[in-house]
């Protein structure tokens, strides 16, 4: 059926070095992406988001790639930090004013 | 910085008591939503809300539950009567577009059925 999935359910990464997570959807039909992060206890919380009609998009320490012809997302983050250290999601919409479809998350520990 | 806020954090009720969680939206925002996560697992859509009515529901959402907003501020999930299996994390959210488009969440609540 269809979904929202991670390749890697979790990932250890020193601090400093960059971590890269990653997502398979499997709906071509998608035409935005999120990417959340959440800490224990807490919501989550926005970090990074795409739509389908780009391919690469940039914030703070953070790169969010978007390859549509093997439907994949990746988040990249850039000189890892302790205070990265959760559980991240990426999330999917769909056309049509669907709600958000979550991935089931990915545990980024950062080591110091 | 604005943000939804969610009360209780944490509410621990017995099977068949009906509970009523609560959230603030940001201020500016037309659609809301509510999420639920059951420990360790992945967040899963609820019910969309917008102009007063229910956008969209999942199945998860049956005749058990039901959402208002009673006021201009206030966006409210009641469960009827609680089953040991609604023991999970809700969390509301709420956008300012249509669709999904850069949804906000609130930090949860805990809900614990005994």
């Known amino acids: 059926g269809e979904s929202v999935g991670l390749h890697l359910p979790t990932l250890s990464v020193q601090e400093g070095d960059n971590s890269i997570i990653n997502c398979a959807y499997s709906n071509s039909a998608s035409d935005y992406f999120i990417w959340y992060k959440q800490e224990s206890g807490k919501g989550p919380q926005f970090i990074i988001d795409?739509?389908?009609?780009?391919d690469k998009r940039q914030g703070q320490r953070v790169t969010v790639l978007l390859n549509k012809t093997v439907k994949h997302l990746s988040l990249q983050i850039a000189a890892t930090q302790p205070g990265d250290s959760a559980v991240y999601f990426c999330a999917e919409n769909r056309p049509g004013n669907t709600p958000l479809v979550f991935g089931k998350g990915t545990r980024l520990s950062v080591i110091a | 910085e604005p943000e939804v806020t969610q009360t209780p954090s944490h509410q621990v009720t017995q099977m068949g008591q009906e509970v009523i969680l609560r959230c603030v939206p940001i201020?500016?925002?037309?659609?809301f939503y509510w999420y639920r996560q059951i420990l360790g697992q992945k967040v899963e859509f609820l019910v969309s809300?917008?102009?007063?009515?229910?956008?969209?529901k999942s199945e998860i959402f049956d005749d058990q539950f039901s959402v208002e907003r009673p006021d201009g501020s206030n966006f409210t999930l009641k469960i009827r009567s609680t089953k040991l299996e609604d023991s999970a994390m809700y969390f509301c959210?709420?956008?300012?577009?249509?669709?999904?488009?850069?949804?906000?969440f609130g930090p949860g609540t805990r809900l614990t059925v005994t």
């Open positions: 809300f917008y102009n007063n009515e229910i956008s969209e």
């Open positions: 201020s500016n925002h037309l659609y």
């Open positions: 795409i739509r389908s009609n780009m």
């Open positions: 959210a709420s956008s300012d577009e249509a669709g999904a488009y850069e949804q906000y």
